[in-house]
């Protein structure tokens, strides 16, 4: 089964002239980690509001987990887990206290709730700051927060919106592998990023887009084989070249 089917996808914003997506069409099956690649304004961030429910497309569809918005927007939001690009935590409140929230959300609480925290922080090394304000915490360590708080409920299907911006050595190794612990419990990921040589190891498969359009998509080993270069890194400069 495909977690995320586009057809035909546009989105133009009020009072622009180009598109922001351009009939993108594309599925992501089930299991999948997903890489949605391209530089700053080539449509991630529009293609990703779409599907997790933030904007509206200006045309075409899409289905998540075989379900539309329009009819079941319940049911796919606790289905979905988002981790945005912009920290989704409240400065002023501890991590543990951030992560009841959120998980509250999603009808976690009690005893239960604050084992799935204690085991969370754990793992992404930061049992010791559980109760320091996030005000306080380094850049590196509200990206571990910002991504387990995205996913405590065990979501089906992760949105991740760059995860590793600027991220510190430690905290960007920790998060890769948390999202390839998260992928092999079958967690299926939609990445955006313009981290290529991460999205190299991590993806099956990678859509390349460009204003807005999807030119190039196959898992990273064929795309370099098919363009002749090394990685993606040289690939993207042959294309702005």
């Known amino acids: 089964m495909n977690v995320i089917e586009t057809f035909d996808l546009c989105k133009r914003y009020r009072n622009a002239t180009d598109f922001a997506l351009r009939d993108l069409s594309l599925h992501v ?13 080539a449509g991630k961030t529009t293609l ?17 987990c075989g379900l539309s ?16 690009q912009e920290y989704a935590l409240y400065p002023t409140l501890t991590a543990r206290e951030n992560l009841q929230y959120f998980g509250s959300l999603y009808h976690l609480k009690g005893k ?17 700051e559980a109760d320091r304000r996030v005000e306080h915490l380094s850049g590196g360590m509200k990206r571990r927060i910002n991504l387990v708080a995205g996913t405590l409920h065990s979501p089906r299907l992760l949105f991740l919106d760059e995860p590793n911006v600027g991220v510190d050595v430690v905290s960007k190794s920790v998060i890769i592998d948390y999202l390839k612990d998260l992928n092999r419990q079958g967690v ?23 204003g807005g359009s999807l030119i190039a998509e196959d898992t990273p080993q064929k795309i370099i084989v098919d363009y002749n270069v090394r990685n993606l890194e040289d690939l993207f400069l042959s294309l702005r070249n």
């Open 29 to 41: 099956a089930e299991g999948e980690f997903y890489g949605i690649l391209g530089e700053n304004g």
């Open 48 to 64: 990703m509001s779409i599907l997790f429910g933030s904007i509206a497309q200006t045309s075409g569809r899409f289905e998540i």
């Open 69 to 84: 918005y329009d009819t079941d927007a319940d049911s796919i939001r606790r289905q979905i887990g988002i981790v945005p």
């Open 112 to 128: 239960h709730l604050n084992s799935l925290i204690d085991d969370a922080l754990a793992i992404v090394g930061l049992s010791g």
């Open 188 to 210: 299926s990921i939609l990445y955006s990023s313009h981290h290529l040589l991460e999205a190299q190891e991590l993806c099956h498969r990678i859509g390349i887009l460009s």
